[in-house]
């Protein structure tokens, strides 16, 4: 490897993230390889040319690397702004590169002078302000069964014989196709918000909070009662599942490309706060749905929160904090 090049894991791939993805046509790159250990559960072999023109560039539509020569490309689409790095990937189906940009032009969206909350539902995977609901796909779901079934067809299969490799490799694609899915969902609905809003508040959230273990409960004679860490890690599965952070960055990507908003507002208490009267109704995650004592408002819980992450968004914008419906701009705003 040249010194210009830079063994990355993680941080190379997150930066891949929105970017244009292409792929060899050549296995020329192979020879000089390093594999990298073992990363855990996904194993990625990548690294990045930190600045373009320095052992990575482009020369009509092929792309040169130091050492190794030039390669022919497959584009997935034209690349816009000016390059900055450049990321190579062995992936389960093939060598990748990607190419992030800078100066990217913006290509705003007509405005449409409305503006909303968000918030991950558990049911839905999103649910705005007003109401409106996203259905969640459970891509991970479907291809846990054929993953499953994929590693049975290994066991199944001779230790070292070819059909048994070509059963790891079919394998190893799975994880690898349940992500893209994912991001075209993520890229679509992220669209379809960005076109309907001109601002799109979401709550700062830190998906490994949600997903952590719950605390275990001591019965005092040295065992311990049900703390409910099996009904919260069906839970946790589908927040995992619905990939909210993968999300949110994806949407704050489109929404600067279209020239719209998105604002992050203060998470605590948005799902117990009653959107009608602002008091608080205290419900443990499993309470699906939002009754209020005070004004007998009854509502989606996750609706509730979306609702909450709207008006501590106008309240951010400087529309003066007052508890509950009093604060409220009209509607259509
Ligand atoms: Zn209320």
């Known amino acids: 490897m040249s ?32 594999p990298l250990p073992d990363q855990g559960r996904e194993r990625y072999h ?10 990575a560039r482009l020369e009509n539509g092929y792309l040169v690397l130091s050492k190794i020569g030039r390669l022919a490309v497959r584009w997935s689409r034209a690349v816009e702004g000016s390059i900055k790095t450049v990321t190579l ?25 409305r503006e909303t909350g968000i918030d991950v539902g558990l049911k839905v995977f999103l649910i705005t302000a007003d109401g409106q609901m996203v259905e969640n796909p459970r891509h991970y779901r479907k291809a846990e069964r054929e993953l499953k079934k994929a590693q049975q067809r290994i066991s199944c299969r001779k230790q070292g014989s070819n059909r048994r490799k070509k059963a790891v490799q079919q394998c190893a694609k799975k994880p690898q196709h349940v992500r ?39 019965d005092g004679n040295g065992s311990y009662l049900h703390n409910g860490a099996s ?19 994806i949407l704050a990507c489109t929404a600067a490309w279209a020239g719209k908003r998105v ?62 419906a009093l604060n409220r701009e009209p509607v259509g705003l």
């Open 3 to 34: 010194t210009a090049t830079r063994l990355v894991s993680h941080e190379g791939l997150s930066r891949m993230m929105g970017n244009c993805h292409v792929r060899f046509l050549g296995e020329g790159a192979r020879a000089t390889w390093t």
């Open 46 to 55: 990548s690294f990045t040319y930190k600045e373009y023109g320095n052992g």
């Open 89 to 113: 990937s062995n992936e389960a189906d093939g060598w990748y590169v990607c190419f992030s940009c800078t100066e990217v032009p913006a290509q705003p969206l007509p405005p449409t002078e």
């Open 180 to 218: 893209r899915q994912r991001t075209d969902f993520h890229h679509k609905t992220a669209l379809a918000l960005v076109r309907e809003y001109d601002v799109i508040y979401v709550e700062a959230i830190q998906p490994a909070n949600l997903s952590r273990r719950p605390v275990p409960v001591s």
């Open 231 to 249: 009904r919260k890690a069906g839970l946790n599965k589908r927040i995992h599942d619905a990939g909210w952070g993968h999300f949110l960055s």
């Open 263 to 324: 604002e992050a507002v203060h998470p605590a208490y948005t799902s117990q706060d009653c959107s009608g009267c602002g008091e608080r109704i205290r419900k443990s995650l499993s309470v699906r749905t939002h009754v209020c004592t005070h004004c007998g408002l009854v509502l989606d819980r996750d609706e509730n929160a979306a609702r909450n992450i709207h008006w501590r968004g106008q309240r951010l914008r400087g529309v003066p904090a007052m508890a509950g």
